[in-house]
């Protein structure tokens, strides 16, 4: 039997954690290159020498370049992730289609199975819907509504249908066909 359980790609601490240190570090370089620029206006404005502002201007260059550079980790970053969560996606949905398929078709078997069991305990077509609506857990009064007729018409139908199974009851008819299905549980 084909097992469905995978990892998916979900929020990695270490990832998250670095991602967050390195946007954290960009703007504290952004501020730094744009407090530095200001100073350097102030103090050109104001006279300083030209070694003093050079020295600040390669302060704002080197802080840009940093920047720049956690700007690329981060993007890079952010797309891997983006196309692992895009591949998770399309895992899960594999998955999941998978499972929908295998869980047609174990309900197709199972539905045709209690079919030719309504049908050896000669049901009529009226009777073998009232029984599958018992056995999916439908009261009197809903099954009167679904099928627009009166709850003492259900009663009776499936007072025939336990007659004819040679049952006591709505949960003697749904044991009787999960008995089989469910395995026995390991303890």
């Known amino acids: 039997m084909e097992e469905f359980n995978r990892t998916f790609v979900g929020l990695d601490e270490d990832v998250n954690d670095i991602q967050k240190e390195r946007l954290i570090g960009l703007l504290v370089l ?3 290159a744009v407090l530095t620029t200001f100073d ?5 404005l104001h006279g300083s020498t030209l070694f003093h502002a050079l020295f600040e201007s390669m302060v704002i260059f080197s802080s840009v370049i940093a920047s720049g550079y ?3 980790k981060l993007s890079r970053s952010w797309k891997s992730r983006a196309a692992r969560l895009e591949r998770s996606l399309v895992l899960a949905h594999e998955d999941i289609k998978k499972w929908q398929e295998r869980a047609s078709m174990l309900s197709d078997g199972v539905t045709k199975a209690i079919e030719e069991q309504l049908e050896n305990w000669g049901l009529s ?4 819907d009232v029984a599958f609506l018992l056995i999916k857990g439908l009261s009197f009064k809903e ?3 679904a099928r627009q007729t009166s709850e003492s018409t259900v009663r009776q139908q499936a007072a025939t249908i336990y007659k004819k199974a040679a049952i006591e009851g709505r949960v003697q008819l749904a044991a009787f066909f999960l008995e089989d299905l469910l395995a026995p549980r390991d303890k």
């Open 30 to 32: 952004l501020i730094v």
């Open 143 to 145: 099954l009167a509504l």
């Open 125 to 128: 077509e009226a009777e073998k």
């Open 70 to 72: 956690l700007w690329f």
């Open 40 to 44: 350097v206006i102030e103090d050109v």
